[in-house]
């Protein structure tokens, strides 16, 4: 072999090599990305108008409207004093194994795990927030029903979501940046999963949502209550949407809802006395309803105690 065929077969080993090299480094950063991916969901880059996770920089934001979802589980205090914080680590992980696919299926996305809460971000639209909500309870119902140990201490979890705009962006600094969505938007929606506990029921939905469902009809879900929100003026209408509740109790309220919206408007409208009467009628039609209870105690007050003139027909703040 002469002194150029020599040469030649060097270069030919260092491509060979370098091609090799180039290879490995595309497999590492694909691996890391899709590492990093796990913190920063790559919906996210979509959302900043980014192309990968080395163009994000700290601060950067976006404007949106989406919806917001927050699900909480309901007595997570109470179930983890019983538990290990082995355990507890074991039972959230297997919660949120059966949670987040329904999230991702829906073209959403967690923003983040709050202790035993879920806050999740749907970017094109508010049906699929609510599609999510409705599946996640069916799920928590199939594995209360076919887990020994669940069967014995059921999951339960309350669900708010509204929709409007939020910032989405990047917080932190150099050491430990995580993306996050800030505003009113977010705080309301957290608020309404907390009316969950109040209302006793699984989902609410804000009017917000409710206006930008495209197809009303394929859910079923009843005005509640007319609320104002903390340090705001404005108010809200919330509803609850009651379509993975169990059969007995959703076939009650469907066939009640007429009644219901009836004596939710005398309410509303400061006919104090009919209304009660029809709720009390309610109650023996649907006595697991949780809402009643509330109106019949709200209405008693109110006929022995009316409120003048100035009444508005909203009756609390969230």
Known sequence: MDVNDSLEKKLEDAQIRIEELEGALIEQKLFLYDIASKFIPRKILRLLDKSSLEDLKLGESTNKEMTVLFSDIRGFTTISESMSSEKVFKFLNFYFKNMVPYIDKNHG????FIGDAIMALFPESAEDALKAAITMKKVIKK????NSYFEKNPINAGTGLHHGLLTLGLIGWTTRIESTAIGDTVNLASRIENATKMYNVNIIISDTVKKELPQINNYHFREIDTVRVKGKDNF???YEVYDADEEEIFSAKKESQGHFQEAIDLFKAGSFAQ???LFNDIQSLSPKDPIVPIYQKRLHTLVRIPPGPG???VSGII
């Open 143 to 146: 594995i209360n029903k076919h």
């Open 275 to 277: 209304s009660l009467e």
């Open 311 to 313: 009444w508005t027909g």
């Open 236 to 238: 809200i209408v919330l």
């Open 109 to 112: 996305f967690v923003d983040k």
